[in-house]
């Protein structure tokens, strides 16, 4: 004869398990796991990838131009940017103008990083698992 307790308990161990299994086999429990890969239609993903690199390159390019010049006094563009603000009337001291622009141009180049490092979180549908998550093992020998 089997009491209460007992059918409670075994029907709490069948919930357990199923929860544990949903979780195990669920994309949202791959998310928690650390990565967050979004699946996306092959065409959006296309354009995500061209479009991501291309603002990421962009941007990391133009960076440097800006880190550039901030070190050379002689730079085209740091002498472009100085007669700009003359024009309009700003007197600028070179340390400020140096330390803006590489503060602009770190800037800049971390925007293309972050560009770029959010666009790989997207995956076409189809394809397979991340490295990361695979429980394939290596022929690497």
Known sequence: ??????????TSDATTTATQTDAQSSPQSAGRRGRRDV?????LYKTVTVFSTL????????????????TLQVSFLRAIIAGVLRAVGL????????????????????FGAGV????????AEGMGKSQEGADEESDNG
């Not at 004869?1 to 075994?10: N, P």
């Not at 699946?39 to 065409?43: I, K, L, Q, T, Y």
């Not at 603002?55 to 901030?70: C, N, R, S, W």
């Not at 770029?116 to 995956?123: A, D, E, H, I």
Request: include cysteine; charged fraction near 15%.
């Open 39 to 43: 699946e996306v239609p092959m065409r």
């Open 91 to 110: 007197a600028v001291p070179t340390g400020v103008l140096s330390t803006v622009l590489a503060v602009c141009g770190l800037l800049v180049i971390a």
């Open 55 to 70: 603002i990421a390159v962009v941007t990391v390019v133009a960076g440097f131009f800006l880190l550039d010049a901030a």
């Open 116 to 123: 770029y490092t959010v666009s790989t979180r997207f995956r």
């Open 1 to 10: 004869m089997t009491t209460d307790t007992d059918t409670t308990r075994s």
